[in-house]
Each structure stands twice: as structure tokens, then as C-alpha cells.
């Protein structure tokens, strides 16, 4: 929460600054911000079908603790890039909603707006987190016995499958959130499959961005590698 707190600091003034003296930048800022939600998106779909098992085969077969470390250090760095792409989205489209008013007054909703995000969403994931510590109290209070044991073991259990729908919700919000973006900053996605519903549309726009950006980064990494590896 502190990190996400810090995020925002930093990202106020600089968007205040840009929708001052660079307004029209503040659309193109938008739309790259989609991009990476929507490759984000995409890139877990994709390691789920096809990444997933290959990987839990190859750590049920090593004791390469410096493996896990470095998976366990690339899903951290992720998270906090999406952090941050996440919060400048946020904090646009809040200003955008008081472009007309005064600056104090655009401040301090924009302020506000960042901060209420912050503490529900961190709040919400910190008592999730908490579910089974909250449920072993529970059962320990209780000395195993009656309703208050059950629902304790119920909290327990929950946990794992509340984290994994966490990810799933998590994988369709990033696809919902850019695919709104790329509907409402780009032009020839305004009436492009305009008989399909707009959750459909902006499912449909993330995945093609995101697979674009996908195929364009895996071919800079594989060019990457085949250069490096030469030098070698």
C-alpha cells in the first residue's frame, strides 16, 4: 500500500503538469498505458494454457531455489508495473471527469479519488490475505468446536480458491480496462463490430492489442537473445 501511495504522489503533479501544458499528450498516454494492461492480459492467458503446466513440471523436477527466486522477483516486478500503469490510468480518467472545473478543485477530487481507490482496493486484498489467519483464531478461540470452528476452517479453505479466482478476475479487468481505452482514445475502434455489446468489443480490442504487443515483444526478446548469445 505504501509503494501504491508513493506511485501516486509521484504521478499527480506530472499529470496535473502534462493535461496543463501538453493536454493532447495526456490521450496518447492513455492509450500506451492500455497497451501494456491489454499485453499484460494477454501474456497471462497465454502462460496459463500453454506456459503453466511445463513450468510446475520443471519445478517439481529442480531444486534450483535461484529459479523460483527469480520467478517469484519477475511476478513482483510485474505486479508493480501494473501497479503503476494502473494508478496514471486511474488518476486521467478521474481528471478527465473534472477537466472544466478550477485547479483546486481538480486537485483535490483527482487527490481524493486516487486515494479512496488506494486504501479500497489494498484494504480489500490486505483482509483477503488475512482470511486464513483470521480463520485459524477462529478454531482457536472456539478449542475446535461448533460454528464458529466450521467457519474457521471454511475461511482456511477458501483462501487458496479466492486467490486463484482473484487471478482470473484480476486477467478479465486488465482486458476490460484497456479494451475501454482503446474504444473511447481510438477512432476506428468507435464504430468498428458496433452490433456486438461493448463488454464483447473491449474484450475483442485488448486481445488483438495485447496479442500485437505480445508477437512484437517475444520477436525484440528472441532477436535479443540470438544477438547476446552470438557476442558470447
Known amino acids: 500500500t505504501k509503494g501504491s501511495f508513493v506511485n501516486k504522489l509521484i504521478i499527480l503533479p506530472i499529470i496535473f503538469l502534462l493535461n496543463y501544458f501538453l493536454p493532447d499528450l495526456i490521450k ?4 500506451a498505458g492500455g497497451l501494456y494492461l491489454a499485453y499484460e492480459g494477454v501474456e497471462k492467458i497465454i502462460w496459463y494454457f500453454f506456459h503453466r503446466k511445463h513450468q510446475q513440471k520443471a519445478a517439481g523436477k529442480t531444486a534450483d531455489k535461484p529459479l523460483t527466486l527469480v520467478s ?3 511476478k513482483i516486478k510485474s505486479a508493480i508495473i501494473t501497479d503503476f500503469i494502473l494508478s496514471v490510468e486511474i488518476i486521467i480518467i ?3 471527469t473534472v477537466t472544466g472545473e478550477d485547479l483546486p478543485i481538480q486537485i483535490i477530487t483527482v487527490s481524493v479519488i486516487a486515494i479512496i481507490a488506494t486504501i479500497g482496493v489494498y484494504g480489500l486484498v490486505a ?4 482470511m486464513d489467519d483470521l480463520g485459524l483464531k477462529l478454531v482457536e478461540k472456539s478449542d475446535n468446536k461448533g460454528v464458529m470452528a466450521k467457519f474457521g476452517e ?11 479466482s482473484l487471478g482470473v478476475i484480476g486477467t478479465i479487468a486488465l482486458l476490460l480496462v484497456s ?7 481510438i477512432d476506428y475502434f468507435h464504430h468498428l463490430l458496433e452490433s456486438l455489446p461493448a463488454i464483447v468489443r473491449q474484450v475483442i480490442f ?3 492489442m495485447g496479442g500485437i504487443v505480445f508477437v512484437i515483444i517475444a520477436v525484440i526478446k528472441k532477436v535479443i537473445e540470438s544477438v547476446t ?4
Open 28 to 31: 496518447y498516454v492513455l492509450i
Open 206 to 208: 485488448s486481445l488483438a
Open 94 to 96: 478521474a481528471l478527465s
Open 179 to 185: 479494451g475501454e481505452i482503446f474504444l473511447h482514445q
Open 72 to 74: 517469484e522477483k519477475e
Open 127 to 130: 483482509l483477503i490475505v488475512r
Open 229 to 232: 548469445g552470438k557476442n558470447k
Open 154 to 164: 471454511m475461511l482456511i479453505k477458501l483462501l487458496p480458491l479466492v486467490i486463484k
